[in-house]
């Protein structure tokens, strides 16, 4: 998707510290930015792992490409190297089923007549 609708170069100056950069986990510029210059994360793997960007719901789907390029301008690697290692970190979850939780108690439920559990 990335390579048929690229984002345009500067998107990054419209960033201020309370841009929500990964909305699952309601992780800010600021907390991303804290990761790399206060915790010393030096590439998008580990900011994802100080910062939690990426660990929510989406699995770094919506937020990755962000996190890599915001990452790769505050340490000034190449960000097609960063974008490329963040996708390889992720691509395990790329084509996860679509599940949702349910509790044991409902699962433990005996079939309904229909061969489904009671909802």
């Known amino acids: 998707m990335h390579v048929a609708h690229p984002v ?6 419209w960033l201020t510290d309370d841009t929500l950069v990964c909305r699952c986990e309601e992780v800010t510029v600021a907390g991303l930015t ?26 770094g789907r919506m937020c990755g490409e962000a996190v890599s390029r915001v990452v790769s301008a505050r340490t000034g690697a190449d960000p097609r190297r960063t974008a490329d290692r963040l996708a390889a970190d992720l691509a395990g979850t790329a084509n996860r089923p679509v599940a949702a939780p349910i509790t044991l108690g ?13 909802v």
């Open 34 to 59: 804290s990761a790399v210059d206060d915790l010393g994360a030096t590439d998008a793997r580990t900011a994802k792992l100080l910062s939690r960007c990426g660990m929510g719901w989406c699995q």
């Open 8 to 13: 345009r170069d500067g998107w990054q100056t």
């Open 106 to 118: 409902l699962l433990a439920q005996p079939p309904t007549p229909t061969g489904g559990p009671h």
